[in-house]
Each structure stands twice: as structure tokens, then as C-alpha cells.
T-cell receptor, first 113, second 111 residues
Framework: DAGITQSPRHKVTETGTPVTLRCHQT?????MYWYRQDPGHGLRLIHY???????DKGEVSDGYSVSRSKTEDFLLTLESATSSQTSVYFC????????????FGPGTRLTVL | EDQVTQSPEALRLQEGESSSLNCSYT??????LFWYRQDPGKGPEFLFT???AGEEKEKERLKATLTKKESFLHITAPKPEDSATYLC????????????FGKGTKLTVNP
């Protein structure tokens, strides 16, 4: 257990509404990541953070923004949700081992109607 | 473009029937090859990291190997509880520490 929680675990929302997903970690890891997982695709990186207020874009960042004001929290915001953002979202942290292993949270299933 | 391809997409085995899953990669300056297991409705669970060709790692009935172009996950005498989707990912070169994931192999082990 890497001490990662995600909230909410499930959410249904409507097109055009803003949505914020939260990732919380308890072990002071520097690196945190947001991925989405869709059928027919592998896990795809949305954004990542390498420290408080330090973030960068991943492969599929359009339509998403992130914030990290505290080490333990990494927020993913969909400013105006679209049906194409219906997905399962996973947060990950880079663990304490020397080999850059990433450890994943339980996921948030988001449905945009 | 960095790419990871897994085969087969799905594999059905009988309990005790050994087999292998394949992960081929074209990741420039690969810095590590990772295997994960994912159960339905859950996040991926880390299994192994391999760093150099010829390296092998084992955990219970699983053994991961790495060559210069691909990695194999060998499953010896599988049990129904080994049923899951197995994901492979390559760590790209550079300071961003990005993982590029394959689409996974869904393994079903029948009793």
C-alpha cells in the first residue's frame, strides 16, 4: 500500500461542468502523476508534478489542468467536462525505491453525460 | 515515437499450463522496463523492474526477462488467482521520468 487515496471514487457529471479530482498521499513523495485509462488504449499520462507548484504536461493534457499547493495533494481539474473525458483516472506516485517505480491509487471512474 | 506493444491481447490457460506474455518496445534510450498486474476495478500493482538485457526477476510463479527489443513474463503452473491484466511499461530517456504503457494482456486461468 503506497498510501495513496483518490476522491471521489465515482462521479457522474454533465457536459460543460467543471470537475476536480483529488489525489492524496501520506508518504511525502516528490513525484506525482495523473493517468487516464480507456479501453483499447494503454494508460496515458495527463500531467505530472515533480514538486510543490512544479508541474508539466503529459501525452494527453488538452482539456485538463493540475495544481499542487501541498506535497500531499495533487488535483486534476477538467475545466469544462466533455464526453470524451469519460474514463478511469489513476493517480500515481514515484516510490522510494531507486528504480523509478510508480505506485498507483485505486482510481476514479468519471462519467460525463 | 516511443511505443510499447503487448501480445497476445488475451490469453486463456488451464490451471497448471505454463505460458509467456510478450512486451516489445521501441523506446529510445530505455531506462527501465516495468511489469504491473491489474485486477478489475483496481489500480495497477507493481511487479518487476528490469534494467538491462539479460536481466531476470522472479516472484512466485512469475518470471520476467529482458532482451534488447522485448520482455517476456513467464507464468509457470498458473493458478486461477493469477487471472488479471498484465501491463508492461517502458521508462523513457530524459528527466521527465515518463512511463509509456502497452495496452495489456488479459490473462484468464481456468480451474
Amino acid at each position: 500500500d503506497a498510501g495513496i487515496t483518490q476522491s471521489p471514487r465515482h462521479k457522474v457529471t454533465e457536459t460543460g461542468t467543471p470537475v476536480t479530482l483529488r489525489c492524496h498521499q501520506t508518504e511525502n513523495h516528490r513525484y506525482m502523476y495523473w493517468y487516464r485509462q480507456d479501453p483499447g488504449h494503454g494508460l496515458r499520462l495527463i500531467h505530472y508534478s515533480y514538486g510543490v507548484k512544479d508541474t508539466d504536461k503529459g501525452e494527453v493534457s488538452d482539456g485538463y489542468s493540475v495544481s499542487r499547493s501541498k506535497t500531499e495533494d495533487f488535483l486534476l481539474t477538467l475545466e469544462s467536462a466533455t464526453s470524451s473525458q469519460t474514463s478511469v483516472y489513476f493517480c500515481a506516485i514515484r516510490g522510494p525505491l531507486a528504480g523509478n517505480e510508480q505506485f498507483f491509487g485505486p482510481g476514479t471512474r468519471l462519467t460525463v453525460l | 515515437e516511443d511505443q510499447v506493444t503487448q501480445s497476445p491481447e488475451a490469453l486463456r490457460l488451464q490451471e497448471g499450463e505454463s505460458s509467456s506474455l510478450n512486451c516489445s518496445y521501441t523506446v529510445s534510450g530505455l531506462r527501465g522496463l516495468f511489469w504491473y498486474r491489474q485486477d478489475p476495478g483496481k489500480g495497477p500493482e507493481f511487479l518487476f523492474t528490469l534494467y538491462s538485457a539479460g536481466e531476470e526477476k522472479e516472484k512466485e510463479r512469475l518470471k520476467a526477462t529482458l532482451t534488447k527489443k522485448e520482455s517476456f513474463l513467464h507464468i509457470t503452473a498458473p493458478k486461477p488467482e493469477d487471472s488479471a491484466t498484465y501491463l508492461c511499461a517502458g521508462l523513457t530517456q530524459g528527466g521527465s521520468e515518463k512511463l509509456v504503457f502497452g495496452k495489456g494482456t488479459k490473462l484468464t486461468v481456468n480451474p
